[in-house]
């Protein structure tokens, strides 16, 4: 109940506040146990605030043509790091009703994993990929 009204003051009042302030302020306000279970819960890490790896591939304008005998290593690979909980999902973009995909976005949990994937995929070796980036996505909202 204490976390509500601070962060209702904070709010009301256009505050802004870090987490690890407001952290401090609640500690700073004696050890009862409601407190110190609101620091807790408000501190614990949750899916709301996963950080995840965006790996963006660029095709070759005739992928279609070109991927057949290196999708199913590529697909085969994908499977792999998803049934270890490396990757979260896969798949390949374009413009609204694409024909053509221009490249793919995989999402994977760990740095390793985005980049354990583009040095084992088939589409790389192969020359299907002609360009590539891993970035960092912080998931702040997301439905439950």
């Known amino acids: 109940i204490y976390l509500s009204i601070y962060l209702s003051i904070f709010i009301m009042f256009g505050l802004a506040i870090s987490r690890s302030s407001l952290l401090t302020f609640l500690a700073s306000q004696g050890t009862s146990s409601s407190r110190q279970q609101a620091i807790r819960s408000f501190s614990r890490v949750s899916p709301l605030s996963a ?40 798949g390949p973009t374009g413009a609204p009703n694409m024909e053509v995909p221009t490249g793919a976005l995989f999402v994977f949990t760990d740095l390793e994993s985005a980049e354990l994937f583009v040095k084992e995929d088939p589409y790389v070796s192969a020359g299907i990929v002609s360009g590539h980036t891993i970035e960092e996505w912080n998931v702040v909202v997301q439905k439950e």
């Not at 043509?65 to 290196?70: A, D, Q, V």
């Not at 790091?81 to 999902?89: A, H, P, Q, R, V």
């Open 51 to 90: 950080t995840n790896y965006l790996l963006k591939y660029e095709y070759i304008p005739d992928v279609l043509e070109k991927r057949g005998p290196y999708r199913e290593g590529h697909l085969n690979l994908a499977k792999k790091l998803i049934g270890e909980d490396k990757c979260l999902s896969g």
